[in-house]
Structure formats: C-alpha cells, structure tokens
C-alpha cells in the first residue's frame, strides 16, 4: 500500500479476495487509533512483525493481522464481499491463478 492516509487508522480494515474466492482479511483493527498519512506498507508473512497495535503505525514491512479474529460486528463488509473470512496469511493465495479480477475491499468501522 503507498500513500495510506486515515484520520483513524484502527477503524480500518481490508479484505482482499482472489479471482478464485480464496481471501485473506489482511488488516483490521491495527495502527491505535492516530492519524497517518502518507504510509508506505508492505504486507508479507514473512516480515519480521505483525501490524502494530496499540502504537503509531510506521512505513515499513509487517505480516497481515486482523486484531478482531473473533469477527465482531465492527469487522462485516457489506456485499458482496465473502463474510466470516478469519485467514490472514497472504500464503492462501499460494498456487492460485493470478489473472483475473482481484478486489479489495475497505471498511471503516465508525
């Protein structure tokens, strides 16, 4: 993600979905909840940290994690994105097709 702006970052939460229906709930509920601007995240399950939590989020590089697993109602995407996704590693979409149309939805939970 480059240029992640938000007034408050921990209301956020993104879900991304493959061409296939495989989906990863990629971020929720992380960053405390400051303003950013500008952020320049890479997410990989591989990185040496998860998405902070209760601290300012900086650039840099964190594995996915949604802080809310338990799937509140803060956490539901309105339609048509898939409900109850609790997976968060980007590894599910290991083997997949590539081609195809990917989506990416955004919540705000206020």
Known sequence: MHGLSHQYL???NLLLVAPSGRAAFVM???G???EVDGLRITLDD???EQLPFDTAM???SFQPTNYDAGGSDDDLF???APQGITNTAL???RGADPNGRWKLFVTDDA
């Open 78 to 80: 309105p339609a048509p």
């Open 10 to 12: 921990a209301d956020v």
């Open 28 to 30: 929720g509920d992380a």
């Open 58 to 60: 900086t650039s840099g």
């Open 91 to 93: 590894s599910i979409f």
């Open 32 to 34: 405390d909840g400051v």
């Open 46 to 48: 591989q990185a040496a």
